[in-house]
């Protein structure tokens, strides 16, 4: 019998506002999105931030059936987390089925999360108003400490220290558990408490790292947000299995994360940063937790063929350095076949050689591993980096 196998995918990573500029592409500039599809096939969107647009031109596109009903649960209610919604395609068919899920607001009262779409599509911010959506749509209220069923899976809620409130969920499914607590800010013992109870043994914990200790300390204190330092330190103690670091400054440049990853990994085996695109596999038997990029996130290559040295660090942590040769090839990347398997988002240089006028010439690059696929040749991984230097 097959393991159950459930799928998490990242449409937008960004925090506090959506970012367009160059210098933060890698990792992707929109709101706060994922999409988690259960073992049992149960969909699930975390919040609705402009992530949510990018998914919705893409719903069913693969030629994955649409469940009945897809479940959304909102965190909070701040701008960054609801902004996708009236960009969100798949609400305008009368054909789907919608199931939001978050909290009362003491602002707002009884039934919040409608009161909060409706009001963001009111006159005169927005052209058409919420009745434009013709699906069909129900909205629940949640309270922090609940649990309830939803299929097969599990869903949990805590509080967590944010301004005006914030909701962290624990989805237990067959084929493991996945923790979504963005937008925390440690130092209330209680809700400290409560993430814990969330992260405990979790396959994937994706938690709020917006800001370095550093600004954590000082100029950002108490503006709701948290640091990878302190992720790293909740994992540990709950005996996490998988650290995503989630909701990037929108000061923080590709490189800045890249920095943060950096500092993370020295801590922590297993983290990620989380990348526009990215797909996390949960459940294949006796295997680490597996990421990849799609191709979408990747430029039009060519092919060509040019002799190369690769150095990097594999998935165990060991460094290596291999002979091969470039096949294909773009401005911003390569796709590169090795007997190694670096580990995903680790930096690699790429040393190529080409002839010229005067003799072979050299080209040295640099780049982070954004997508690892079985290789063509029997024993090879296909590895796609995208160039930094």
Same mark, same amino acid.
């Given at each position: 019998?097959?393991?159950?196998?459930?799928?998490?995918?990242?449409?937008?990573?960004?925090?506090?506002?959506?970012?367009?500029?160059?210098?933060?592409?890698?990792?992707?500039?929109?709101?706060?999105?994922?999409?988690?599809?259960?073992? $049992?096939?149960?969909?699930?969107?975390?919040?609705?931030?402009?992530?949510?647009?990018?998914?919705?031109?893409?719903?069913?596109?693969?030629?994955?059936?649409?469940?009945?009903?897809?479940?959304?649960? #909102?965190?909070?209610?701040?701008?960054?987390?609801?902004?996708?919604?009236?960009?969100?395609?798949?609400?305008? $068919?009368?054909?789907?089925?919608?199931? +939001?899920?978050?909290?009362?607001?003491?602002?707002?009262?009884?039934?919040?999360?409608?009161?909060?779409?409706?009001?963001?599509?009111?006159?005169?911010?927005?052209?058409?108003?919420?009745?434009?959506?013709?699906?069909?749509?129900? +909205?629940?209220?949640?309270?922090?400490?609940?649990?309830?069923?939803?299929?097969?899976?599990?869903?949990?809620?805590?509080?967590?220290?944010?301004?005006?409130?914030?909701?962290?969920?624990?989805?237990?499914?067959?084929?493991?558990?996945?923790?979504?607590?963005?937008?925390?800010?440690?130092?209330?013992?209680?809700?400290?408490?409560?993430?814990?109870?969330?992260?405990?043994?979790?396959?994937?914990?994706?938690? $709020?790292?917006?800001?370095?200790?550093?600004?954590?300390?000082?100029?950002?204190?108490?503006?709701?947000?948290?640091?990878?330092?302190?992720?790293?330190?909740?994992?540990?103690?709950?005996?996490?299995?998988?650290?995503?670091?989630?909701?990037?400054?929108?000061?923080?440049?590709?490189?800045?994360? $890249?920095?943060?990853?950096?500092?993370?990994?020295?801590? +922590?085996?297993? #983290?990620?940063?989380?990348?526009?695109?990215?797909?996390?596999?949960?459940?294949?038997?006796?295997?680490?937790?597996?990421?990849?990029?799609?191709?979408?996130?990747?430029?039009?290559?060519?092919?060509?063929?040019?002799?190369?040295?690769?150095?990097?660090?594999?998935?165990?942590?060991?460094?290596?350095?291999?002979?091969?040769?470039?096949?294909?090839?773009?401005?911003?990347?390569?796709? @590169?076949?090795?007997?190694?398997?670096?580990?995903?988002?680790?930096?690699?240089?790429?040393?190529?050689?080409?002839?010229?006028?005067?003799?072979?010439?050299?080209? @040295?690059?640099?780049?982070?591993? #954004?997508?690892?696929?079985?290789?063509?040749?029997?024993?090879?991984?296909?590895?796609?980096?995208?160039?930094?230097?």
């Amino acid at each position: 019998m097959s393991s159950p196998i459930a799928k998490l995918s990242f449409w937008g990573v960004r925090g506090s506002t959506p970012t367009v500029d160059p210098a933060t592409w890698r990792y992707g500039g929109n709101t706060p999105c994922l999409e988690f599809v259960a073992s $049992d096939g149960t969909k699930f969107i975390l919040d609705c931030g402009t992530g949510l647009r990018v998914l919705g031109n893409r719903w069913g596109a693969d030629g994955t059936a649409i469940p009945s009903t897809t479940h959304i649960l #909102v965190t909070h209610y701040h701008w960054d987390h609801i902004q996708g919604l009236p960009f969100f395609a798949p609400l305008y $068919d009368q054909k789907n089925q919608f199931q +939001f899920y978050s909290f009362r607001s003491i602002f707002l009262g009884p039934d919040s999360l409608r009161q909060v779409f409706e009001a963001q599509m009111a006159l005169p911010y927005f052209p058409v108003d919420f009745s434009a959506m013709t699906a069909q749509r129900r +909205f629940r209220e949640v309270d922090g400490g609940e649990s309830f069923q939803i299929g097969e899976n599990k869903v949990t809620t805590r509080w967590l220290n944010h301004p005006q409130g914030c909701l962290g969920f624990r989805i237990e499914t067959p084929a493991g558990t996945v923790v979504y607590a963005t937008d925390n800010e440690p130092g209330v013992p209680t809700l400290d408490m409560n993430l814990r109870e969330l992260a405990a043994g979790a396959d994937i914990f994706i938690n $709020d790292a917006q800001y370095s200790p550093a600004q954590l300390a000082h100029d950002r204190k108490g503006w709701g947000h948290s640091a990878w330092s302190e992720g790293v330190r909740v994992a540990r103690e709950t005996g996490v299995k998988t650290l995503v670091l989630f909701h990037h400054d929108p000061d923080s440049t590709d490189r800045i994360v $890249d920095q943060l990853l950096r500092q993370a990994r020295e801590e +922590f085996d297993s #983290v990620f940063a989380a990348s526009e695109g990215m797909v996390i596999t949960l459940g294949a038997a006796n295997e680490p937790v597996q990421a990849h990029m799609p191709g979408s996130r990747t430029a039009l290559r060519r092919e060509a063929q040019f002799q190369a040295c690769v150095t990097g660090v594999t998935a165990e942590g060991q460094k290596f350095e291999e002979d091969t040769l470039v096949k294909d090839l773009s401005i911003q990347g390569a796709m @590169i076949s090795l007997k190694h398997s670096p580990r995903m988002q680790s930096e690699v240089q790429v040393v190529m050689r080409a002839p010229g006028a005067s003799g072979a010439q050299e080209m @040295i690059l640099r780049g982070y591993v #954004v997508r690892i696929e079985e290789g063509a040749e029997k024993g090879t991984t296909a590895v796609g980096v995208v160039f930094t230097d």
